[in-house]
């Protein structure tokens, strides 16, 4: 087990708030009805439970964790018809006066470079516009990273972490509801 991986991936913020904390509040309920059911009467199986969360429970959590929620998402930009970045900048889109657009647009291709198509060229090749869209996103996201920008860092973070969350929420639901049983059938109140 490569120990220093294991506090390295944990000691990013983004790797516990957005990935591990929303898998530990799946299985919160059932380990503490585990714990409570067995841990006075059976302790070598309580460390051993122990144990296993704490050396690749945590890891194989924020995995898990993870890939649910980035199938969420896929499903829901399929739903939406793109990511809300995307949608946003789509002259289509009347999220924003088409004068605030416009500046966006102006801005965003003197930042990356890449230049953002107008509503003739969006309307000619829909697919064209999406992907310089996307592109322009992906650019300034990577530009944004790091210590100078920690504000858009905790937005990201709580980003990951309710759409991880989301993507829980029926186990979470059912963890729930049997660690409430298994507790109050094993009198551990």
């Not at 647009?105 to 992907?131: R, V």
Request: glycine share 8%; proline share 5%; aromatic share 8%.
């Amino acid at each position: 087990m490569n120990w220093n991986f294991l506090v390295t991936a944990f000691r990013d913020p983004y790797e516990r708030k957005a990935r591990l904390f929303p898998g530990l509040l799946v299985v919160l309920p059932l380990l503490i009805s585990m714990c409570c059911a067995l841990g006075p009467k059976q302790p070598i199986p309580t460390t051993v439970l122990a144990l296993i969360v704490t050396v690749g429970g945590a890891f194989a959590l924020a995995a898990l964790s993870r890939s649910a929620g980035k199938r969420l998402e896929e499903k829901l930009v399929a739903e939406w018809g793109g990511m809300p970045t995307t949608i946003t900048l789509r002259h289509r889109d009347n999220h924003y006066n088409r004068y605030t657009k416009q500046a966006y647009h102006q801005k965003l291709t003197q930042l990356t470079g890449i230049e953002l198509p107008s509503a003739e060229e969006e309307a000619a090749d829909s697919t064209d516009a999406d992907e310089r869209y996307e592109a322009v996103t992906v650019k300034l996201r990577n530009m944004t990273r790091g210590p100078d920008f920690p504000h858009l860092r905790r937005e990201n973070i709580a980003y990951g972490f309710y759409r991880n969350a989301l993507a829980l929420k029926a186990q979470g639901i059912a963890s729930a509801i049997v660690g409430i049983l298994r507790v109050s059938g094993f009198g551990c109140v």
